[in-house]
Nanobody, 115 residues
C-alpha cells in the first residue's frame, strides 16, 4: 500500500514563505514522476510543480521563479519551497506519485495566504 503524507501547510501573509514536504511509504526512484498539485475552492486541480520520469522539472507558469521543487530519494521525500506567496496561491496542495502508471495521492495540506 502506497501512502503519501504531506506536511508544512498553514496560514501565511502575502510575501511570506512555506515549505511543504511529502513522505512516501515506499522507495522512490528518479524515474518515478512525483510532484505537487493544488485545488482552490470551485476550481479544478492543477499542476504546480513535478519531476518527470526523465528527472526534469515542470512548473506552472504562475509559480515559476517563486516555487522550487526538490526531492531526497534516500528519504523518499519530495519538497516544495514556496516563496513570495500570493493570495491566489491559496489552495489545498496534494502530493502525487506515479508508479507503473498508477497515480497515488496524499490527503492534501491547506495553504492559506492572507492579503
Amino acid at each position: 500500500q502506497v501512502q503519501l503524507v504531506e506536511s508544512g501547510g498553514g496560514l501565511v501573509q502575502a510575501g511570506g514563505s512555506l515549505r511543504l514536504s511529502c513522505a512516501a511509504s515506499v522507495s522512490i526512484f528518479r524515474i518515478n514522476p512525483m510532484g505537487w498539485y493544488r485545488q482552490a475552492p470551485g476550481k479544478q486541480r492543477e499542476l504546480v510543480a513535478v519531476f518527470t520520469s526523465g528527472g526534469s522539472t515542470n512548473y506552472a507558469d504562475s509559480v515559476k521563479g517563486r516555487f522550487t521543487i526538490s526531492r531526497d530519494n534516500a528519504k523518499n521525500t519530495v519538497y516544495l519551497q514556496m516563496n513570495s506567496l500570493k493570495p491566489e496561491d491559496t489552495a489545498v496542495y496534494y502530493c502525487n506519485l506515479e508508479i507503473l502508471r498508477l497515480n497515488y495521492w496524499g490527503q492534501g495540506t491547506q495553504v492559506t495566504v492572507s492579503s
